[in-house]
């Protein structure tokens, strides 16, 4: 069994959306209460994320600038972008993935983001249809 005693279930829903000031506000009125607001600057225009939470649901909002974003403009169905894992140890879980033949999607994974008290480290893989599966630890002091 792989991961045994280091997942540790649903962490959070990764949503594309094109306009996050509308998103935030559809999921605030339905009773979320934000948790973390960021903007990740690139070279181009900032990526805007916003963290929403509903009882144990986190919902991970991101508007893309650019391609990126008329991409997901251009969608009809499948918003969700990814299903995100919690992991006590992502050093662990990347190497037993990488070695079970896991098709890794980043090539400098595991990727560390400034997000949350001390920032968080995942990488993501591909599920047999095609679906995106982050696993995601949340880093401490």
């Known amino acids: ?3 045994k005693d280091n997942l540790q279930g649903l962490q959070h ?12 506000a559809f999921y605030l009125d ?13 070279q181009e225009a900032p990526t805007r994320v916003s963290f929403v939470q509903k009882g144990n649901l986190t919902i991970e909002m991101y508007e893309e600038p650019g ?22 140890d992502i ?16 090539s400098n994974a595991p990727v560390f983001l400034p997000f949350w008290s001390h920032g968080v480290r995942y990488f993501t893989v591909r599920g047999p249809d095609g679906e995106k599966v982050e696993f995601n630890q949340f880093l401490k002091a």
Do not use: C, W
């Open 13 to 24: 829903l990764g949503l594309p959306v094109t306009n996050l000031e509308r998103s935030r």
């Open 1 to 3: 069994m792989l991961l």
């Open 67 to 88: 391609e990126k974003g008329a991409e997901i403009a251009a969608r009809h169905d499948g918003h969700i972008d990814h299903l995100a894992l919690d992991v006590l």
């Open 91 to 106: 050093d662990k879980a990347y190497a037993e993935l990488k070695a079970a033949g896991f098709e890794i999607l980043e």
């Open 30 to 42: 339905l009773g979320f209460e934000e948790k973390l607001r960021q903007d990740l600057a690139p």
